[in-house]
């Protein structure tokens, strides 16, 4: 078994997984989800109030995470080839900390779009480099808890960026400024830790293999990718086509608190949810990782929270059919989104780690992130057309149904190697 030191460095003496490397880059995707989210919160209404349909947002939210998740690939095979792993998730995590400009500067979609697309860019750059690291920090047996720490420091930003987008809206409400003000507001608060984010990357994170490098071309590596792996990466695909934004939940919830309580007033509300939502994220990521660190079941596992995603959906086209606007229903579908959450983000990255060949781990990280971006552009896209040009019971219904199908792909893939691994 691999030893690392104190910084996550392998073969410098046993040290516990909770090393600066970890502690480092969960702090760095607090602030910088902080950022990030503190935007995700309040962007349905600053459209809406720039008076864009619904399928701006889809088209924005979905396109952004297409293009994230399309350059995953590329970033990782960089990383993997040249050894240059830090630098390249650094230079990330700054031209994400910068997104919020633009939204600030926006008085229409293109400017709007520009930004998420640009920020989008920055995390499809750093995050193979960065899980790929996280995954060299520590030892097999104890990734789980190495990854589920960092989803809980990155989800704790995640809850803080709402809920000051939240307060702002609040004081923003007691005082005579204009809707659109308040909202730009949020955008210019938000550019703060999103800076801060790159330079705590920068200072305190290494590299645990500095200089390794593949020789191997893109294409050459994805041949070595294993039959399980396929399989496993066929039935995130399938799930992801249903997969929508959680900026389409907070618009679901904004679009049917609107007519009782105004749209600054369900803003802020549906921005306190996107809180509770990630609060229910952090509190579950850790416990995901520990518990897949023990059972050695991060597939299985997966296909459950899978489930609960599609339970998700399902509520939302309810909530349409019946027009309901109790805060509390919402709620509900907010804390069930970050179960969810919480066990896709914690358990495919450690499956992908369990998963890839060493020499190939960002492209195989860049790979997972190829494929959710496929169904990130179709989901979100997807359910914002539909939700335009037919109904949200319709769009949400078919997205709920989508990711049904995916999850149980997943559930007869982990019996399957179960089975396997029991013969």
Excluded: C
């Amino acid at each position: 078994m691999t030893e690392v030191d104190d910084h996550g460095v392998p073969g410098r003496g046993r040290s516990t997984w909770l090393n600066r490397n970890v502690a480092a880059m969960a702090a760095t995707s607090l602030l910088s989800d902080a950022s990030h989210e503190a935007t995700t919160a309040v962007l349905p209404a600053f459209l809406a109030a720039l008076g864009l349909p619904p399928v701006a947002l889809g088209v924005i939210e979905g396109a952004a995470d297409a293009l994230a998740s399309f350059v995953k690939l590329g970033s990782g095979w960089l990383g993997d080839r040249t050894g240059a792993r830090w630098a390249i998730a650094t230079g990330g995590y700054a031209l994400t900390g910068i997104m919020p400009l633009f939204f600030a500067l926006a008085v229409s979609w293109p400017l709007v779009l520009f930004g998420k697309l640009l920020g989008w860019l920055g995390k499809g750059i750093r995050g193979p480099q960065r899980d790929a690291m996280l995954a060299g920090s520590v030892t097999p047996a104890e990734r789980g808890r190495a990854f589920g720490f960092h989803r809980a420091g990155d989800t704790v930003g995640a809850v803080i960026g709402p809920l000051i987008a939240a307060l702002l809206l609040g004081a923003a409400a007691q005082t005579a400024a204009g809707q659109l003000e308040a909202l730009r507001t949020v955008f210019w608060v938000a550019l703060v830790p999103g800076i801060a984010a790159a330079a705590a990357f920068g200072f305190f994170v290494r590299d645990p293999e500095p200089g390794q490098r593949s020789t191997a071309s893109l294409l050459s590596g994805l041949r070595t990718t294993s039959v399980p792996f396929r399989r496993f990466l066929g039935a995130v695909g399938l799930f992801g086509a249903g997969d929508f934004a959680p900026g389409l939940l907070i618009l679901a919830a904004t679009t049917l608190l609107t007519p009782s309580m105004g749209l600054v007033a369900a803003g802020g509300l549906a921005a306190l949810l996107y809180v509770l939502r990630n609060i229910v994220y952090a509190l579950a990521s850790y416990p995901a990782g520990a518990l897949s660190d023990r059972a050695r079941r991060p597939v299985g596992l997966l296909a459950g929270g899978y489930v609960v995603g599609a339970v998700t959906a399902l509520g939302t086209a309810l909530a349409f059919a019946l027009s309901i606007d109790q805060p509390a229903w919402f709620a509900l579908l907010f804390v069930l989104s970050g179960v969810l959450g919480a066990a896709e983000d914690t358990l495919e990255g450690v499956a992908t780690a369990e998963m890839a060949d060493p020499g190939f781990r960002a492209t195989s990280f860049g790979l997972l992130g190829a494929v959710n971006g496929v169904g990130d552009l179709v989901a979100s896209a997807g359910v914002g057309l539909v939700w335009t040009l037919l109904s949200p019971v319709v769009a949400f219904a078919a997205a709920g149904a989508t990711m049904a199908a995916g999850a149980l792909w997943l559930a007869v893939q982990a019996r399957t190697e179960r089975t396997t691994a029991g013969t």
